[in-house]
């Protein structure tokens, strides 16, 4: 059994199922760690709200149809044309609150990220504890949760990637802020604004992937590849 086997071609129903079981879990871990790392650093604002947590639904403002539709809507939506769940989710920081704004809100960045490493790692030993199990026949419920493993390692790995690319708003831009020179950091406050489209440019309307496969080539595919290195298949 192959890890990479996630294919439309599986039911939509299991398709969604899993989808979105590995979109909250990795979307509760990255905004939670955004959270937790900002609560320690001395910025009580996701605290106050609540997001102090792994639980993804704390993370959704269900009352704002925006945020309904980039972190439940879309995802779902994704999972079932794309086979992959694309979304948003946000977690509000004050750098004013911390003491260190520039190093601490670098932390605060990276912690997100590293949550979904963590969530990678989790599921990555869940898998290898139980894959010898799956042996002989394979039944619908080892079906479903290969499926949901092998969605929630990927999506895992790939959102914690990404987000460390250093173009705003996404988490590695804060990282590289802190880091770098006064020239750096002048030029990303003047590309923030436009960050977003940015980055959609960048990886998404540039003809032929012209960046898009590289970078899932070089960075992505050695982690989602992990597995099959260790099991020799």
Do not use: C
């Amino acid at each position: 059994m192959s890890w990479l086997a996630v294919t439309l071609g599986e039911g939509k129903g299991t398709l969604l199922v899993a989808g979105m079981i590995a979109w909250f879990l990795q979307m509760g871990f990255h905004e939670g760690g955004h959270a937790w790392a900002a609560y320690r650093l001395g910025d009580k604002t996701a605290y106050y709200l609540g997001k102090v947590t792994v639980n993804p639904f704390r993370h959704i403002e269900w009352k704002n149809p925006m945020y309904v539709i980039s972190a439940v809507v879309m995802p779902a939506v994704t999972v079932l044309t794309l086979g992959f769940p694309l979304g948003m989710a946000w977690v509000p920081v004050n750098p004013g609150n911390f003491r260190h704004p520039l190093r601490d809100h670098a932390i605060v960045a990276f912690a997100g990220p590293a949550g979904g490493f963590v969530v990678a790692a989790v599921v990555l030993a869940i898998w290898i504890a139980i894959y010898p199990f799956f042996g002989g026949e394979i039944t619908f419920a080892m079906q479903l949760l290969h499926l949901v493993i092998t969605m929630t390692y990927i999506t895992a790995v790939i959102y914690s990637v990404f987000n460390l690319v250093p173009i705003p708003p996404l988490d590695g831009s804060n990282i590289v802020y802190f880091f770098g020179n006064e020239a750096l950091r002048s030029f990303m406050d003047k590309i923030r604004p436009y960050g977003f489209f940015i980055v959609i440019a960048v990886f998404w309307i540039l003809p032929g992937g012209v960046l898009l496969d590289p970078f899932f080539k070089a960075v992505i595919w050695p982690f989602v590849n992990l597995p099959g290195m260790i099991w020799g298949s």
